[in-house]
């Protein structure tokens, strides 16, 4: 099985742009942003997706695989509200990652937050004070979530008017 380092060094990378949120997956030239509607992200990034799940509220999930962010193997999710990006939720697999039965440990997912918010820090330019940052085009976040017991980032869009 390869190493996470592996795995990093053959996904696509993750680029953010903290002028306006918009992700970047290695060469490809549609950007992950606003504007990307649910079908235009299916054609855009087939190669990558790994599942999709429409929760019947509207809402729908995109999900994609075979990523790196900071240089560790990454996935991401894109929430869309009827054909309009509302949301990316990312999730990285870091090395050496204590899991119990399964799941990740406490100390596992605290370094995830940490990494989140350190990588996603650097990119946008903004240090995550309290696990978030506020930008004229949404926000970013990187927190532990207690509901779900988990490492909790990404980016929310502000709506469009």
């Given at each position: 099985m390869p190493s996470s380092a592996q795995h990093a060094a053959h996904a696509v990378p993750m680029r953010l742009d903290a002028t306006d949120g918009s992700i970047q997956l290695g060469n490809l030239?549609?950007?992950?942003?606003?504007?990307?509607?649910?079908?235009?992200?299916?054609?855009?990034?087939?190669?990558?997706?790994?599942?999709?799940?429409?929760?019947?509220?509207g809402y729908h999930w995109l999900s994609l695989h075979r990523l790196s962010l900071g240089g560790a193997p990454a996935g991401i999710s894109l929430c869309f509200l009827g054909q309009q990006l509302d949301m990316v939720t990312m999730g990285v697999d870091l090395p050496g990652a204590a899991l119990e039965d399964g799941w990740p440990t406490q100390a596992a997912i605290d370094a995830e937050v940490a990494f989140m918010r350190r990588t996603l820090g650097v990119?946008?330019?903004?240090?995550?004070?309290?696990?978030?940052?506020?930008?004229n085009w949404g926000e970013a976040w990187a927190r532990f979530d207690p509901k779900g017991f988990m490492a909790s980032s990404g980016i929310r869009y502000s709506p469009r008017t």
């Open positions: 030239p549609a950007l992950i942003c606003p504007t990307l509607s649910l079908d235009e992200a299916r054609i855009a990034f087939t190669a990558l997706v790994s599942g999709e799940r429409d929760v019947g509220t990119a946008l330019g903004r240090k995550l004070s309290g696990g978030q940052a506020r930008f």
